[in-house]
T-cell receptor
Framework: DGGITQSPKYLFRKEGQNVTLSCEQNLNHDAMYWYRQDPGQGLRLIYYSQIVNDFQKGDIAEGYSVSREKKESFPLTVTSAQKNPTAFYLC?????????????FGPGTRLTVL | KNEVEQSPQNLTAQEGEFITINCSYSVGISALHWLQQHPGGGIVSLFMLSSGKKKHGRLIATINIQEKHSSLHITASHPRDSAVYICAVRMNTGFQKLVFGTGTRLLVSP
């Protein structure tokens, strides 16, 4: 089945530790996105990548880093510099072709920093 | 003021009721999405529309581009419709990012 997988579903880390969230898609989509969701707020864009080996900062990139070495993978690292890392993280992907292509979402990873 | 506003924030209904969720936006868009998020957190796309009306089963989505307003209707609501419904607009500038509303939490009781 085609889709987006994120692992793990729940992640616990101690304060000060870096942690990497996995996102893999087999939809052959060019563009991939990372969003953060906090209670009472809409999803906010952390980073996006429109093509392999290229990525751009979104609205709240501070304290995060990404890589896009393969088309199907877009891991997100939450560094110790991120002041408030506890949140729900969603990965998404989309085809860059012409027209309004639908964006597909992964199941999310809930990160709790203790 | 948020670029995408949804109302109501919370909605409770009895099974069988007709439900309407509203979304207003203030930016130029190329498309509007209605998304459903279940308690587990995963998000499913319900509709993507840029004009008129779309229907899928008991769900209907409409958009009025001139008034910058969209509605999501659920006919004959059922407890399994209980979820958070999110409106998101695809901006027609820059790299066309999605801007999300804060969601409407719907609870349908038997």
């Amino acid at each position: 089945d085609g889709g987006i997988t994120q692992s793990p579903k729940y992640l616990f880390r101690k304060e000060g530790q870096n942690v990497t969230l996995s996102c893999e898609q087999n939809l052959n989509h060019d563009a991939m996105y990372w969003y953060r969701q906090d209670p009472g707020q809409g999803l906010r864009l952390i980073y996006y990548s429109q093509i392999v080996n290229d990525f751009q900062k979104g609205d709240i990139a501070e304290g995060y880093s990404v890589s896009r070495e393969k088309k199907e993978s877009f891991p997100l690292t939450v560094t110790s510099a991120q002041k408030n890392p506890t949140a729900f993280y969603l990965c998404a992907s989309r085809n860059r072709g012409g027209g309004n292509n639908e964006q597909f979402f992964g199941p999310g990873t809930r990160l709790t920093v203790l | 003021k948020n670029e995408v506003e949804q109302s109501p924030q919370n909605l409770t209904a009895q099974e069988g009721e007709f439900i309407t969720i509203n979304c207003s936006y203030s930016v130029g868009i190329s498309a509007l999405h209605w998304l459903q998020q279940h308690p587990g957190g995963g998000i499913v796309s319900l509709f993507m529309l840029s004009s008129g009306k779309k229907k899928h089963g008991r769900l209907i989505a409409t958009i009025n581009i001139q008034e910058k307003h969209s509605s999501l209707h659920i006919t004959a609501s059922h407890p399994r419709d209980s979820a958070v419904y999110i409106c998101a607009v695809r901006m027609n500038t820059g790299f066309q990012k999605l801007v999300f509303g804060t969601g409407t939490r719907l609870l349908v009781s038997p």
